[in-house]
């Protein structure tokens, strides 16, 4: 099954529960061609000259650069080169979803990779960046010199965020129509240092110093929300530096900025920002904060340093306890002295510095994936996902009911076209899992309809924007802390990148060899931890449904057969039923204990993050080993 938007909703997401009577845009189709399948048409042949790329091949004088992508391979991080030295104004390529249904483009341009692969030296090997660069390129210089002083005006007049939109993706880049979108709307969100002063309730003094975005020099976007910076300062360039900004949702970066000033300082958790900064908005004549600066820790993320670290045999158990020790007190931290739940506990999210040290990163606190999450926060997030799904439309349900009547007359399930961009499930039933939500946190839905930053506390008395964490309270906090943490623990000892391999969102340069909760190389000694830390764990979808290379499969069936795209959808709606159920089930009987004053907010019986700390070290010890 190809990796598109759609897979999400069909498959990944517990809207697949009621996607059943939704076709597949074709029905016949297989991810893996059986042996002896019939010759491609000429129409549809790469040996036709029409179907033909002019090259991928890289070019001699690039104008442009790509340093990774998002948005599931639609929003790519194009950089010009011809401008010299230039502030992160965050100028992105977004492709049209569309091209997704060409078969032709999806696999001369790797579509389906780009859907998982992130990173900027995996990204640029891929044929969409390659051919992205082409269409800038002629784009850039189909007017002559005039088209580099546009997109030199570009920078220095739109605002930060703005777009580079291909409205359609061909196989000739000359077809490729481009144009810019001026982000106004992000302008409009994005608060002046007074009003920011106002909404954190801080004086302005209490604020990092302002500096424009002018005086920061782009070296590398590292990710969505950040990239590489150097600074121009009256003592001369310093650097690099971290710039964290967001080009959509600003609230979460003020929310982040709010949670970093109030933190206590701490060696393992990301100092307060060094500065703000600031860039002048058309929009009301503002100056207003798009981001802040933090510091750049050289050694890169434990998701990429600790498996490349174990295959060359560079990894001790004094390393890894270190780890585990400061990870734990950096949590630890947070929850009693910052005063705040940290739901993003993940290794993307542990960073090491020069010395071998960790710190703790990300305070946006959105969330992690499901394979890192405690089942008590999927069970609310799965309600959460329901409840902000699509409503069918007229015609979905008309195709419903006529499968439904076919089925009893025993005929096959239709097919063909008329295949919704949007799909949806039952508004009856999205209904009720949001009427459900609201019981859980009344007032859910304007708390997320917001993108802009108001004090969520002060609006709805709600200390954050996410959802699911919201609804526990703080015993039920720790205690899915202290599951993210077992995880995290589990890779820490495994020498893993991830506790599942073939994750559907985001690949990683060195993919797990195991998977959780199977354990090889984690001390004996320390094994009952990790599984008590982990108590009240579910089967993952993954372990029936997985990403192979850039394709979704049964694990069932062995790799090179064909693989049937109904099949896929059909195992992933038995299996999402089920889940869907028993975190019904668990926040039913959750709902009545806590109408009785009798629920435990630590209902697995997890341990506490401070016997977790004392368990390690005590292991330490007894191991002869100090930091």
Known sequence: MELTSRVIHDVIHPTAAFAKGLRPENPSAQTTAAPG????AWQDSQLNPKNRIDSLGLLANPLWRIDGCTG????????????????????????????????????????????????????????ISRHILRALQYWTTSSGISGLDSVSLMYSTLPFGSRIVFKNLELDVRSISVAVAPMHNLERQLLSLSRLAVVLGLPETALPEAIDITRLQLIQQLHDSVCLVDIDTEHGRTGPWILKALTSASKYIYHELKNLLNMPPHRHVISRPKYLVTKHCK??????????????????????????????????????????????????????????????????NVVLTDSGDIVMVDFEQRGV???????????????RILANANPLTSSEEEEEEEEE????????????????????????????????????????????AREEYTPPASALGYEGYNIPWLCLDRDEQEAAEAYMLGRVLWCLFEGQSAPQPG????????????????????????????????????????????????????????????????????????????????????????????????????????PKLKEVLAELEAFRSENGIYE
């Open 37 to 40: 399948s019939p010759p491609v």
């Open 72 to 127: 599931l391979g639609t929003q790519f991080y194009a950089v010009p080169l011809f401008l010299g030295s230039l502030p992160p104004m965050r100028f992105d390529v977004f492709i049209p979803e569309e091209a997704a249904s060409c078969p032709i483009l999806r696999e001369l341009l790797d579509l389906d990779a780009a859907f998982h692969t992130k990173d900027g030296s995996r990204v640029n090997h891929l044929g």
């Open 283 to 348: 929009f009301g004549g503002k100056t207003a904060v798009v981001g802040f600066v933090l510091p750049y820790y050289s050694g890169g993320s434990l998701r990429d340093s600790l498996p490349l670290l174990r295959i060359q045999g560079r990894i001790s158990l004094a390393q890894q306890l270190k780890w585990a020790v400061q990870l734990s007190t950096a949590v630890l931290h947070v929850r009693e002295q910052g005063k705040i739940f940290y739901p993003d506990l993940r290794l993307d």
């Open 369 to 383: 994936w499901s394979e890192f999450a405690s089942p008590e926060v999927n069970a609310i997030e799965y309600i």
């Open 405 to 448: 009547e076919e089925e009893e007359e025993g005929g096959g399930g239709g097919g063909g076209e008329g295949e919704p961009d949007e799909p949806g499930i039952p508004e009856e039933t999205r209904r009720r899992y949001a009427d459900m939500l609201s019981r859980y946190l009344p007032g859910w839905e304007a708390l997320e």
């Open 503 to 606: 994750a559907v969102w985001q690949s990683y340069r060195r993919e797990p060899e195991i998977e959780f909760p199977a354990f090889q190389r984690t001390p004996h000694r320390l094994r009952p931890l990790i599984d008590r830390c982990t108590r009240g764990r579910r089967p993952a979808l993954s372990g029936l449904i997985t990403r192979r290379g850039s394709k979704i499969v049964l694990r069932s069936v062995a790799p090179g057969m064909p693989q049937d795209q109904e099949q896929i959808r059909e195992m992933a709606r038995q299996w999402w039923t089920e889940e869907v159920r028993v975190a019904e089930e668990f926040l039913r009987m959750r709902e009545e204990r806590k109408g009785r004053g009798e629920w435990d907010g630590n209902y697995f019986g997890r």
